[in-house]
């Protein structure tokens, strides 16, 4: 399942964003990329542990905390910090597939976060650039994605995806991993499904009774699914 989130970040979180990123230390995006997908990567990062990416990722994080869409199709565990990348001057990603399990080396330890979705937050609007778009296959066929600034796009991690050639102007992007609660993708979009309709029943009236039933169904499929 894809889903769309619109608006996580507000037009004074995206111009902080963008002022930070014009002014940042890219470097060369293979540095976080697998064995396989090194090969295909081409695209600036902004280096992990590096000022601007934590600045900006706490920003991210904060904003991901406030919106219920979010927590309701990814249901997190982990949120690996947010990463930054550009494209420019033609610059693509082939098609690959993310790497199942990420260090987060925030703190002491490095926790493994495994990568049940994907994320893509793009930071800049798609007049500014030429190509860029998002290309994510599954089951039900190609999907191509882009979108305004500010918005995102969730999808199941185990997708091959890519990144086509930025032809003009630069693509700017956030992208991070999400371990979920709840490790099957069916079960998720089942609980989101549920989740969406239990909230329009309570907008549309409906006798409370019934909605307090499916509201524990709710929670008790999502205490029989979870894994904490
Ligand atoms: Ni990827």
Redesign the pocket.
């Known amino acids: 399942m894809l889903l769309h989130v619109p608006e996580v970040l507000n037009a004074d979180e995206l111009a902080q964003c963008r002022r930070r990123l014009a002014q940042a230390p890219w470097g060369d995006g293979r540095v976080t990329a697998g064995h396989q997908?090194a090969l295909a990567k081409h695209n600036l990062q902004l280096p992990e542990g590096c000022a601007e990416t934590e600045e900006l990722g706490a920003l991210v994080e904060a904003a991901l905390a406030r919106n219920t869409t979010f927590f309701a199709g990814a249901l997190p565990r982990h949120i690996f910090p947010p990463l930054f990348n550009c494209y420019r001057g033609g610059q693509s990603?082939g098609m690959?597939?993310?790497n199942a399990i990420r260090y987060d080396r925030r703190g002491d330890t490095s926790v493994p976060v495994r990568t049940d979705l994907?994320a893509t937050l793009f930071l800049n609007d798609p007049e500014e650039y030429d190509g860029g778009d998002l290309v994510i296959d599954d089951t039900y066929g190609s999907h191509t994605v882009k979108l305004a600034a500010g918005d995102m796009i969730l999808y199941p991690a185990s997708s091959l995806?890519r990144v086509e050639p930025v032809t003009r102007g630069e693509r700017v992007a956030a992208?991070f991993w999400i371990q979920s609660l709840v490790r099957d993708e069916a079960q998720r979009r089942l609980l989101l499904e549920l989740d969406i309709s239990i909230q329009s029943l309570g907008q549309a009236n409906a006798p409370q009774a019934d909605v307090l039933r499916l509201t524990g169904v709710y929670h008790n499929l999502l205490r029989a699914w979870s894994a904490t």
């Open positions: 997908s990603f690959h597939i993310d994907s995806h992208f």
